[in-house]
């Protein structure tokens, strides 16, 4: 199960940081990434972190602008954005798969609800 937290209404140029907690999976190693949808869009990967040695990547569209972290332990990850741009607008999900990311795919064994994220200019 993954559970997002921290979605919400920002104005051009804030901030907003999003949470995503994993439960119920046993693997050590595992990725979870980051994906967004906006109204009659593609869903876009956005970032993804590997537990094995927290290394992360990003989306084009995002480096620069937002940073994930995450917590193993808790099996928490973080997506911390900033500057935001009204094109950030988009429902965000989180997604586990074991193992480590790979730039491009969207295989992920379990996806979230989605939380929304609203950017007005």
């Known amino acids: 199960q993954l559970v ?6 920002v104005q051009a140029g804030g901030s907003l940081n999003l949470s995503c907690t994993a439960s119920g999976f046993t693997q050590s190693y ?3 990434g980051w994906f967004r949808q906006a109204p009659g869009k ?4 956005v970032s993804c972190f590997s537990s094995a040695d927290s290394s992360t990547i990003y989306g084009d569209t995002v480096k620069g602008r937002f940073t994930m972290s995450g917590d193993n332990a808790k099996k928490t990850v973080y997506l911390q954005m900033n500057n935001l741009e009204p094109e950030d607008t988009a429902v ?11 730039a491009g795919t969207m295989q992920y064994d379990s996806w979230g609800q989605g939380t929304q994220v609203t950017v007005s200019s």
Do not use: V
């Not at 997002?4 to 209404?9: A, I, P």
């Not at 965000?92 to 790979?102: D, H, L, M, S, V």
């Open 92 to 102: 965000y999900y989180c997604a586990f798969r074991p193992g480590f990311c790979i």
């Open 42 to 45: 593609e869903r876009e990967g």
């Open 4 to 9: 997002e937290s921290g979605g919400g209404l």
């Open 30 to 32: 595992y990725a979870i």
